[in-house]
T-cell receptor, first 113, second 113 residues
Framework: NAGVTQTPKFRILKIGQSMTLQCTQDMNHNYMYWYRQDPGMGLKLIYY???????DKGEVPNGYNVSRSTTEDFPLRLELAAPSQTSVYFC????????????FGQGTRLTVV | GENVEQHPSTLSVQEGDSAVIKCTYSDSASNYFPWYKQELGKGPQLIIDIRSNVGEKKDQRIAVTLNKTAKHFSLHITETQPEDSAVYFCAAGLGGGYQKVTFGIGTKLQVIP
């Protein structure tokens, strides 16, 4: 049972480059989330999705885009990487319903230089 | 929006002692308060949660308390073990299907053998 899988685990980008962080889950969860975690800070919500074809902005969406064409996949796109996007990114998913747990991936550590 | 404050930011205890981490929140509408444990190099993992209709919840060596009037909640770990060493995050928010929560900045717990 793979759970939530994120790729890559590490990446170094140059300023202005673009990349896609991949997230896939095999638990048939409706809800999926992208967070970023900066040193000494809690997790900040970037985007979330309540189901295939539906996405919405979280607390810090600027500089990012997402899509949700399938239940399993929720990629996060950085179009013009900036040093401020250096962070650790976590994807999470959960079932519909109030008494269900959110499961997190292992994270992608991104450095923009 | 919701604002969650967490303290202390670091905590060292001797093995076998108890550890207490405290959080306060600002939005009286919040009704869901999860706690996550994050081990080095891994994503956060839910360890316990509490909802606003409950004042206390226990799970073996872990307990959470909630005071809705004062808007604060706490995590208590008894008989600490070296494997309890990790970063702990509290969160507060709405526990409906979408489960939108705001995270605290985290507490790095070190259990000294």
């Amino acid at each position: 049972n793979a759970g939530v899988t994120q790729t890559p685990k590490f990446r170094i980008l140059k300023i202005g480059q673009s990349m896609t962080l991949q997230c896939t889950q095999d638990m048939n969860h409706n809800y999926m989330y992208w967070y970023r975690q900066d040193p000494g800070m809690g997790l900040k919500l970037i985007y979330y999705s309540v189901g295939a074809g539906i996405t919405d902005k979280g607390e810090v969406p600027n500089g990012y885009n997402v899509s949700r064409s399938t239940t399993e996949d929720f990629p996060l796109r950085l179009e013009l990487a900036a040093p401020s996007q250096t962070s650790v990114y976590f994807c999470a998913s959960k079932f519909t319903g109030p008494n269900t747990e959110a499961f997190f991936g292992q994270g992608t550590r991104l450095t923009v230089v | 929006g919701e604002n969650v404050e967490q303290h202390p930011s670091t905590l060292s205890v001797q093995e076998g002692d108890s550890a207490v981490i405290k959080c306060t929140y600002s939005d009286s509408a919040s009704n869901y308060f999860p706690w996550y444990k994050q081990e080095l190099g891994k994503g956060p993992q839910l360890i316990i949660d509490i909802r606003s209709n409950v004042g206390e919840k226990k799970d073996q060596r872990i307990a959470v308390t909630l005071n809705k009037t004062a808007k604060h909640f706490s995590l208590h770990i008894t008989e600490t073990q070296p494997e309890d060493s990790a970063v702990y995050f509290c969160a507060a928010g709405l526990g409906g299907g979408y489960q939108k929560v705001t995270f605290g900045i985290g507490t790095k717990l070190q259990v000294i053998p």
